[in-house]
């Protein structure tokens, strides 16, 4: 390329390489279609320095024990949420087909969520720093947007 910029004059060099540059650098800005998807925790470990317990569950009103079911919403542009909070934090990026959801501004800790390639299930772990770990598992469905 380098060669047939040589030929031409310093303006249209200028024209032809900032064309380049905004080109490049527009298509790297430019989210791909963003997907949504709603993903709901069928068990859950969480591990301290005390114990280790999973499958938390809550009492129902009729007195038996219900597993707690929590769900978040992915959006692969917007990043993730908890489905009771109306803002979207974090970023997800595609990594080797797994979209990987990461949150660093937590005030405690950092959490990770990764969606399976085949979008069907997916881990979430938080991370405080008291090493202190909560990790979800479950399944995830397309989510309409």
């Keep these: 390329m380098t060669k047939y910029l040589n030929h031409l004059h310093t303006p249209m060099k200028t024209v032809l390489l900032t064309s380049i540059m905004l080109t490049t650098l527009t298509a790297a800005a430019s989210p791909a279609l963003a997907e949504q998807f709603l993903c709901i925790s069928s068990a ?4 301290d320095k ?6 938390q569950e809550a009492p129902t009103s009729e007195g038996s024990a219900e597993q707690q079911s929590l769900s ?5 542009r917007r990043g993730w949420r908890r489905s009771d909070v ?3 934090g974090g970023s ?4 080797q087909g797994y979209i990987v959801c ?3 501004n937590l005030t405690f800790g950092e959490a990770t969520l990764s969606l399976h390639p085949d979008h069907r299930n997916f881990l979430l772990v938080y991370m405080d720093y008291g090493l202190d770990a909560l ?6 469905s397309k989510y309409p947007n």
């Design 50 to 55: 005390h114990a280790v317990t999973s499958n």
């Design 135 to 140: 990790a979800f598992v479950g399944s995830c």
């Design 72 to 76: 978040w919403i992915v959006d692969t």
């Design 86 to 88: 109306d803002f979207f």
């Design 44 to 47: 859950q470990v969480s591990i």
């Design 92 to 95: 997800c990026v595609e990594e």
């Design 102 to 104: 990461k949150e660093q």
